[in-house]
Every structure is written in structure tokens, then in C-alpha cells.
């Protein structure tokens, strides 16, 4: 018997119902569509909120996946619902959406897993967990033929980012992505919000791994992911690819209407040209 895990957000952050869901995810795809095109994906950073919210925001870095050949998808998240101090990869064997169940990629999981004792297999984080959840519509739109690797990071530590970054770069291929969901600062004014993001913006944009946890633990900033983020960021430099590109950056402002207390969203790709 398949151990499958179901939607716990479907219609609540994205539509239940499998038809309004791909018309919401056309619409978003067809609004942020760009010419660009990046051969060498490492991977992307997008974020996790209602679609309504941050849909737009992550369908421009999805939307530079589209005629890739990409089998493998390893998404990191933080854990909103439970606390626990390791890093959690899904064991099941597939995860649910309205739109079919993706497979996952059980040989890469333990390939990871087995690189260090702080990162485990097993169900801790991911029940109720929507940041991995909320992208898997995405990549089912705009991919073909692939698996995915959810891992929800319990404790982001530095200890199990650079576990974790260790463990993703030793697996990492031409067919192999990274989709680090995150959003960014939470419940501040527009005016402050933005100048706390522009930071985790500027470094992303120049791959500052120092700076970025520097800032983030002088509170200089914030990302409710920052953990995912700075993996990505660590396995690129392990990997050396040396290029990021800031995609878009929003709040929940532009949906509520509210700039009292926001919520930050970013995307942004990483690769080598």
C-alpha cells in the first residue's frame, strides 16, 4: 500500500478543484512570462504564501523551468507547525495535488539522509507542513517525468544548513534542482519591510552567504525560510555556480491593500551561464 501524502491547503492557499487550479496557475504564468532564458539552473528561491499573495511572485521563477529536462526536484522548507531539531526528508512515496501525485525520489532522499545524523527520513514537519505543498502545483505545470525530495527543516541552524548544503551538493546534477521556499519579513510596515528585504535581496543577488546570516542574525532582516535559503546559497558555492538573478520581490500589500503589516515575498534563480 503507497504511503501518499494528501493536500492539507488545498483551497486555501491554491484551489481544491483540479480545473480552477490550472486556470489560476495558466493565469499566473501567462502574467509574469519574460524572454529570459537560463540554460544552466541551479535553482530558485520562491515563496510560500497564498497564491493570491505570492503566486505571481514564484510563477516568474517557474516559468524558467519550462523546457528544461530536469528529473529531480529538491524542495526545503522551515517548519511552521512543528519544532523538532534535525532536518526531516519525507519518506512516503508520493506527494498528492489536485492535479495527480508526484513521485518521490526515495534513492536521493537516503543518498542525502545518509550524510549526516542531523538530517533523518521520516514524516517529522511534513504533515501539515504547506511551504512544500504550495510549489508542487507549480512544478507539475511546467515539468515533465519528475520526482521531487521534500525536506522541511525543523531547527535552521547553521549546523544543519551546512549539513544539509553538504548533503544536496553531493547529489546535485544537470537534471537536479533546488527550490528553496521562504517568504520574508512578517507583519512590519511596506516603508520597513522593504528596507529589510531590499538586504536579503542584495545578498542573494551577490551569493553573500556570510552576510546574509551576518544580517539575519542582527536582525537586520528577516525570512521565515532563511534556513532554505542559505543551503541554496551554500551548496551553489560548494558547487561553484556563481550567478544569481533577482526574478521579483512584492508583499501581501499588493493583494490586501493593507501596508500597515506586510509580508515580504522574493524570487530569484541561481546558475551558471
Known amino acids: 500500500m503507497l504511503n501518499i501524502r494528501k493536500p492539507v491547503v488545498a483551497g486555501m492557499f491554491y484551489p481544491a478543484e483540479r480545473i480552477r487550479l490550472l486556470d489560476e496557475l495558466n493565469i499566473l504564468l501567462s502574467v509574469t512570462y519574460t524572454?529570459?532564458?537560463?540554460?544552466?539552473?541551479?535553482?530558485?528561491i520562491v515563496?510560500?504564501?497564498?497564491?493570491?499573495?505570492s503566486g505571481k511572485t514564484a510563477a516568474y521563477a517557474y516559468n524558467l523551468l519550462k523546457d528544461h529536462d530536469i528529473k529531480n526536484v529538491i524542495i526545503i522548507s522551515p517548519s511552521h507547525r512543528e519544532y523538532f531539531s534535525s532536518v526531516s526528508i519525507y519518506n512516503g512515496d508520493s506527494f498528492e495535488t489536485?492535479?495527480?501525485?508526484?513521485?518521490?525520489?526515495?534513492?536521493?532522499?537516503?543518498?542525502?539522509?545518509?550524510t549526516s545524523a542531523n538530517i533523518t527520513l521520516g514524516t517529522k514537519g511534513h504533515l501539515q507542513e504547506h511551504a512544500i505543498e504550495v510549489q508542487v502545483p507549480f512544478l507539475q505545470q511546467v515539468l515533465t517525468s519528475f520526482k521531487i525530495v521534500p525536506i522541511v527543516m525543523?531547527?535552521?541552524?547553521?549546523?544543519n544548513v551546512e549539513d544539509l548544503a553538504a548533503g544536496i551538493a553531493n547529489v546535485m546534477d544537470d537534471e537536479t534542482i533546488i527550490v528553496a521556499s521562504s517568504d520574508l519579513s512578517h507583519y512590519h510596515s511596506r516603508t520597513k519591510a522593504d528596507l529589510m528585504d531590499s538586504i536579503v535581496e542584495t545578498d542573494v543577488a551577490n551569493l553573500n552567504y556570510d552576510e546574509l546570516i551576518r544580517n539575519l542574525n542582527s536582525k537586520n532582516c528577516e525570512a521565515c525560510g532563511a534556513?532554505?535559503?542559505?543551503?541554496?546559497?551554500?551548496?551553489?558555492?560548494?558547487?561553484s555556480v556563481s550567478k544569481a538573478t533577482i526574478l521579483h520581490r512584492t508583499d501581501s500589500g499588493d493583494t490586501?491593500?493593507?501596508e500597515t503589516e506586510v509580508v515580504g515575498y522574493l524570487s530569484a534563480v541561481l546558475y551558471n551561464e
Open 256 to 258: 490586501s491593500g493593507d
Open 47 to 53: 515563496p510560500h504564501a497564498g497564491y493570491i499573495y
Open 98 to 114: 489536485p492535479l495527480g501525485d508526484v513521485e518521490i525520489n526515495k534513492e536521493l532522499a537516503a543518498k542525502i539522509a545518509g
Open 35 to 44: 524572454n529570459i532564458s537560463i540554460k544552466n539552473i541551479f535553482g530558485i
Open 154 to 159: 525543523g531547527d535552521q541552524r547553521i549546523k
Open 227 to 239: 534556513g532554505s535559503i542559505l543551503t541554496l546559497i551554500k551548496a551553489a558555492s560548494i558547487k
